[in-house]
């Protein structure tokens, strides 16, 4: 179903919104946990080293938090190349989930925090892909 200009306007603006919030809360995220190491422990699983989270750091500030602040950029701006950029970013975000998720899952339920912050990333990026695939 396409959506009129109005909403389609209005879908955009929310997500260029919501993928800047994102690009900057995973850079204030990674700040946090290299600034404040006791705070390691709420995303990783008990007892595993630092490395199995600090490991995700490259990926993370480049996939996810590059890929979403190209994303919002090119949403705001209309750029032809922001389906590319939010596809990456919405295959970054959903991989980033989902092992969350299955970190939760493995672990009987600890550290459920990571899974619950990452699910909004897990959803919303590949509906804005495919609304903006859609509408077009």
Known sequence: MMATA?????????GAVFLFAEAV????WWAMLLLL???RPLFMARNAPDATLMAFGIADITLFAGAAGASAWGLWARRPWARMCLAVHAGAA???????WTLV????GDNRLGALLMTPSLVIPALLLRYVRDNE
């Open 37 to 39: 190491p006791q705070t």
């Open 25 to 28: 809360g995973v850079v204030l």
């Open 6 to 14: 109005r909403q389609t306007q209005g879908i955009r603006r929310f």
């Open 94 to 100: 959903g991989y980033a989930a989902l092992y969350c």
């Open 105 to 108: 899952a493995l672990t009987g």
